[in-house]
Structures are given as structure tokens and as C-alpha cells.
Nanobody, 112 residues
Framework: QVQLVESGGGLVQPGGSLRLSCAAT????????MSWYRQAPGKQREGVASISSSGSTNYADSVKGRFTISRDNAKNTVSLQMNNLKPEDTAVYYCQRSGLTWGQGTQVTVSS
């Protein structure tokens, strides 16, 4: 069964850090582009970061220099390291496999 399960969300103060993980089952992540998206209340879902099968990465301008996407093919997981978090980063974060599969999401709240 193809499945993506996100974890690592929570409440953090502005300037803090969180590390999100996405555990994949039923397929080999090394063969796909893996991405993180987010959706804030009342807003459309937007792409945050992606990593190709070759390891090339892309980031939304709003997170460049603060977020880092990585993959561990041996563990079949994708991670998103988020540093210097801002209140506008508050959203539900989703893991995605090449437009085919979505996880259930994990809530990130940045607030003092």
C-alpha cells in the first residue's frame, strides 16, 4: 500500500526550528520527485520545497535560506529542516510524491 506519513509538527516560537519527516511505504522514494507543500488557513496549498531523484532541490522564495529538504533513501524518508521560523510559516505541511500521493499533513504553528 502506497502511503506517506508526516510527523514532527508542533508549536514553536518565532526564530525557532522544527524538523518534519515523511515516512514512505509501498514505493521507493529514490525513483520519484518528493515535495513538501503547505496550506495556511484560508489560503491555497503552495509548494515549499522539492528534491529530485538525483538530489537537486528547489525552494519557494519565501523559505530560501531557512528551510532544507533532504532524503534518506535507505530509510525511505524525506525531511524538511525548518530554521528561523516566522509566524507566516504557520500551516499544515504535506508530503507529496510526484503529484501522485499525498500524506495526511502535520500542523506547524509559529507563535509567541
Amino acid at each position: 500500500q502506497v502511503q506517506l506519513v508526516e510527523s514532527g509538527g508542533g508549536l514553536v516560537q518565532p526564530g525557532g526550528s522544527l524538523r518534519l519527516s515523511c515516512a514512505a511505504t509501498g514505493f521507493d522514494i529514490s525513483r520519484y520527485v518528493m515535495s513538501w507543500y503547505r496550506q495556511a488557513p484560508g489560503k491555497q496549498r503552495e509548494g515549499v520545497a522539492s528534491i529530485s531523484s538525483s538530489g537537486s532541490t528547489n525552494y519557494a522564495d519565501s523559505v530560501k535560506g531557512r528551510f532544507t529538504i533532504s532524503r534518506d533513501n535507505a530509510k525511505n524518508t524525506v525531511s524538511l529542516q525548518m530554521n528561523n521560523l516566522k509566524p507566516e510559516d504557520t500551516a499544515v505541511y504535506y508530503c507529496q510524491r510526484s503529484g501522485l500521493t499525498w500524506g495526511q499533513g502535520t500542523q506547524v504553528t509559529v507563535s509567541s
